[in-house]
Structure formats: C-alpha cells, structure tokens
C-alpha cells in the first residue's frame, strides 16, 4: 500500500507527539472532576512573550499539543455537540504536568485549536491552584 505525502505527514506528527521522545505525561480532568486520563504530549511554558506591536511583555503562555485519538480512546470527553455541529471543546478542562523544575503544575485550559487534519489538538493554558 502506497501513502499518499499527507497521510505520511500525518503518521509522523502523531509519532513525534506520543513517542518520538520529547513527550511528557499530560493528566487532563474534565470540568465536573468525575474523569481523569494522563496522556503523552507535548508540553511548553514559555516567559517574556510579545505583544502585537512587537514589545516585549511579561507574560507567561502554556500550550500543550496532543493527539485527540489518546484521550478518546480513554473514554475522555473531547467533543460537544453545540448548535448542531460536534466541535472540539475542552475549554474550562484541567491540564497537569511536571516542568522543567520536576514540580507539578496545574492550569486550565482557557482555548483549544484542533488541526482538524492531523487528528492533533494544541491548547492555551492559564494558572489554576486547587482550593
């Protein structure tokens, strides 16, 4: 059987997120608590970002980039059905990880951007402590 260029496009980025060694563990609990999965992806916390002028802010972006078949596949919500059309929606989900300093974080997710070619989903995180 014969790939066609973008179904290779396609394999290789889902290799390089849930195996091609710069993966990380990603734990997502869905908006009421009742689920939690822990998934491989990417994870980046980024610091002195720019606004759209070009200056540099203090501000601080987490994004993580994933495969949306590792969290279906665990029976994770993903989808909603909103005004008739099934859409990604994990907005108000809570994403954890260990950072580059070994300690857990927690965030939730404030947008999600999924590349509805690739099967993957990227989304923007803010900060979130546990009461």
């Not at 939690?36 to 540099?56: E, P």
């Not at 909103?82 to 974080?105: A, M, P, R, T």
Request: charged share 25%; aromatic share 10%; with cysteine.
């Amino acid at each position: 059987m014969t790939l066609s260029l973008f179904d290779i496009i396609k394999r290789d980025a889902k290799y390089i997120v849930n195996s091609g060694g710069y993966q990380i563990d990603i734990t997502f609990t869905n908006l009421d608590k009742s689920k939690t999965v822990t998934i491989q992806g990417w994870a980046v916390k980024v610091v002195n970002f720019f606004d759209t002028d070009g200056n540099q802010v203090n501000t601080k972006k987490v994004q993580c980039t994933f495969d949306e078949l590792a969290l279906v596949n665990q029976g994770y919500p993903v989808r909603t059905n909103k005004k008739g059309i099934e859409e990604v929606d994990l907005i108000g989900h809570y994403v954890s990880f260990v950072d580059s300093s070994d300690g857990l974080k927690n965030y939730k997710v404030r947008e999600n951007l999924p590349d509805e070619n690739l099967g993957l989903i990227t989304i923007w995180c803010g900060d979130y402590r546990e009461s």
